[in-house]
């Protein structure tokens, strides 16, 4: 029993890493998911909307009106870090000195581009460009942070080996006693040369146990970009991406 749910466990590893893997592979990104967290993207982007980027998609070829996420070039003066942000690409311009490409963005609700948020902007501050968004699934991705992400995963897990274990149940053993035959046969004992037919029915079946075993960042400044909050959930969250304009 136990070694079965041992390879069952295994399977189910096995398939969060080939999806795991699939991810990197088809986005670049180890983690491409995101959540809208404010709305200087409004109308085109609204808070808690779920977006999708890829960073297979490169710096050299991004063009004017495409909506990206990146870090920015300076850090937060109140946090002292870089913060992630989403916004469209209004410009691009290259570098006479090094011929380096350097992008302004600028969100939609805002009236213009920020300074030291929406540029400058280069390659290694891009993260990817959006390619997909889910209006409003940040919302559930959001209530499942930690610690409910892992409770709801250990739940999965415990139906799931339930429902397999319960598709192959494990065959009963079958003993038989010792001094008596099977249903249906005559045992015969001498005494004194006289003999004697019994019928004996004995059967004494084993009976197999089931056990049922119960029990899976957000930054923020008063600025007007995109600002990305990041879900340390097993796979489950996203980052939010989103601020408020000015």
Do not use: C, W
């Amino acid at each position: 029993m136990i070694r079965k749910e041992i390879k069952y466990l295994i399977i189910i590893v096995a398939g969060i890493a080939i999806i795991f893997l699939g991810v990197r592979f088809a986005f670049g990104e180890p983690n491409p998911f995101y959540v809208v967290a404010s709305g200087s993207m409004i109308p085109n982007l609204n808070i808690n909307d779920f977006v999708i980027v890829s960073h297979n998609i490169p710096f050299d070829n991004l063009k004017v009106g495409d909506i990206i996420v990146f870090r920015t070039y300076y850090p937060n003066p109140d946090t002292g870090q870089q913060e992630i942000i989403v916004h469209r690409v209004a410009q691009i311009v290259t570098d006479p000195d090094n011929g380096q490409r350097i992008i302004r963005t600028k969100g939609d609700a805002n009236p213009g581009s920020i300074p030291q948020l929406d540029y400058p902007i280069f390659q290694q501050n891009y993260i990817g460009k959006v390619v997909y968004v889910i209006p409003q699934l940040g919302v559930i991705t959001d209530a499942l942070r930690p610690p409910t992400n892992y409770i709801l995963i250990g739940l999965i897990l415990v139906v799931l080996i339930y429902y397999l274990r319960k598709k192959n149940p494990e065959a009963p053993s079958a003993s038989i006693g010792g001094s008596g035959g099977n249903a249906d046969n005559f045992g015969s004992t001498g005494t004194g040369g006289v003999e004697t037919g019994a019928t004996s029915s004995t059967n004494t079946g084993g009976s197999g146990s089931r056990v049922e075993t119960g029990p899976t960042s957000s930054t923020g400044t008063g600025g007007s970009g995109s600002r990305v909050e990041t879900d340390n959930s097993t796979g489950t969250g996203g980052n939010a991406v989103g601020k408020e304009g000015k």
